[in-house]
Nanobody, 121 residues
Framework: QVQLVESGGGLVQPGGSLTLSCAVSGSSFSVNVMDWYRQTADKERDLVAAISSGSNTNYADSVKGRFTISRDNAKNTVYLQMNSLKPEDTAVYYC???????????????WGQGTQVTVSS
């Protein structure tokens, strides 16, 4: 069974940095796009950053220049390096990936369990 396992959230002061990781566990044939979303109690889940299997990236305007998404295809892991964090970055961050389990099979969408990031002094 495929799962996305996240790590790296926590409490950080404004201006600080955190790195989130998300690893694909279980049997998978190929991993297509991998991305990070975030959600607060009063908002919908929004895309933060995305990276294709060929490492093309896309960022929300609010994080451009501060966050960097990267991936290690050999490890089926995606990272989100977050610098210059602001209180408004506080949210639950979710990893998402589109994965093909077997050759020629369909792609499925998977979500991580979410990790809390709190930016506060």
């Amino acid at each position: 069974q495929v799962q996305l396992v996240e790590s790296g959230g926590g409490l950080v002061q404004p201006g600080g940095s955190l790195t989130l990781s998300c690893a694909v566990s279980g049997s998978s044939f190929s991993v297509n796009v991998m991305d990070w979303y975030r959600q607060t109690a009063d908002k919908e889940r929004d895309l933060v950053a995305a990276i294709s299997s060929g490492s093309n990236t896309n960022y929300a305007d609010s994080v451009k220049g501060r966050f960097t998404i990267s991936r290690d295809n050999a490890k089926n892991t995606v990272y989100l390096q977050m610098n210059s964090l602001k209180p408004e970055d506080t949210a639950v961050y979710y990893c998402h990936a589109v994965i093909r389990i077997r050759p020629g099979g369909p792609f499925y969408s998977y979500w991580g369990q979410g990790t809390q990031v709190t930016v506060s002094s």
